[in-house]
């Protein structure tokens, strides 16, 4: 109906600018696709080193999909990656690029302190319209808002990694968000290309409320001797119909993540057998097997 392609179309249009603070694995990924769909995007970092990187990882990510995207074209494909990293300019003063932007998306460090410190000072910079929202995993939407006046607009924006590829954003509606910061978050994440789900302020959302218990209960059913991880794995993928078993996800996710999800929940819930810690996880992590990143998890990675 016309009203309401004309509320979701001025919904959209109000946010244009963007400000993505971290520009780590997340938030190199999700200022990639912010200025890939035509958004003005400021990245913010601690460092001119770190933001270097994360620009290059983005231009190194852009002309992969442009090979993808533009085989035929490849003059065409140049043009657009140099299009996109128009977009995108980069910072080390959340505080003053904050002034001028619609929406601020915090992937920083997963620490409530750092989290609460940065949105506190922001807070006080940003303009009234200004939507702040968080991709943290696994604190509460409503916990890192409380160092704010802003609590109708502030929200979640939870990505998947890798952002670029992944269709899934988990918009988060915390006990203060309104209406208004919810709906102009889902057209958002449409305006991303990306599929946006519902979700509570409750541990883990949708997708890792699931899949976290579902790969430690992998690795306890390994651990009383039910099945090898190669067995797990194949009879996932083959009976389940899944693209990666439970231990090559936990490889990928990474063992230190997962572990440090895990934690947080059964800190708050001991009593709950599917929070409940798995020895072998802790044991890999202590030695320093993370998975693909340090090149061991379960499994040996090139
Ligand atoms: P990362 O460690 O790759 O990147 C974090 C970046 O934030 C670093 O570049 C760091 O220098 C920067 N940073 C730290 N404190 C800062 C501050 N005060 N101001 C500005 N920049 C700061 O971490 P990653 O994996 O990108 O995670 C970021 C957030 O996204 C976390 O909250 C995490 O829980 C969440 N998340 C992670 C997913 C994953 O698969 N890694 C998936 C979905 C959400």
């Known amino acids: 109906c016309i009203r309401s392609l004309s509320s979701s179309a001025a919904l959209n249009a109000a946010i244009k600018h963007v400000t993505v603070i971290g520009g780590g694995l997340m938030g190199a ?155 102009a978050l889902l057209e958002f994440s449409k305006a991303l290309g990306k599929h946006p789900v519902s979700c509570k302020d409750t541990p883990g959302f949708i997708v890792n409320r699931l899949l976290v218990p579902y790969m430690l209960e992998a690795v306890r059913l390994h651990e009383r001797g039910h099945g090898s991880k190669e067995d797990i794995d194949v009879a996932m993928k083959l009976g389940a119909g899944y693209p990666m078993g439970p231990f090559e996800l936990l490889d990928y996710v990474g063992l230190d993540t997962s572990k440090f999800i895990i934690d947080g929940w059964h800190e708050k819930d001991p009593d709950n057998p599917l929070f409940a810690p798995s020895p072998l996880l802790n044991k890999l992590v202590a030695e320093g097997k993370l998975g693909k990143k340090t090149g061991e998890g379960f499994y040996k990675h090139k």
């Open 29 to 183: 990924g999700i200022a990639q696709v912010a200025a890939s769909t035509g958004h003005s995007v400021v990245l913010v970092d601690t460092s001119e080193d770190i933001l270097k990187k994360s620009a290059k990882g983005i231009e190194a990510s852009l002309k992969r999909v442009a090979k993808k995207k533009f085989a035929e074209k490849p003059e065409d494909g140049e043009a657009f990656v140099q299009k996109v990293l128009k977009n995108i300019s980069t910072s080390t003063d959340a505080v003053s690029v904050v002034q001028g932007t619609d929406l601020v998306v915090e992937a920083i460090v997963e620490n409530l302190k750092v989290k609460q410190d940065l949105f506190g000072a922001l807070d006080k910079a940003a303009p009234e319209r200004t939507i702040f929202t968080s991709n943290t995993s696994s604190l509460p939407i409503a916990d890192i808002a409380s160092s704010t006046a802003r609590l109708d607009r502030f929200g979640g924006l939870h990505f998947f990694n890798p952002v670029p590829m992944m269709k899934l954003v988990e918009v988060i509606k915390a006990p203060g968000t309104s209406q208004q910061t919810f709906d």
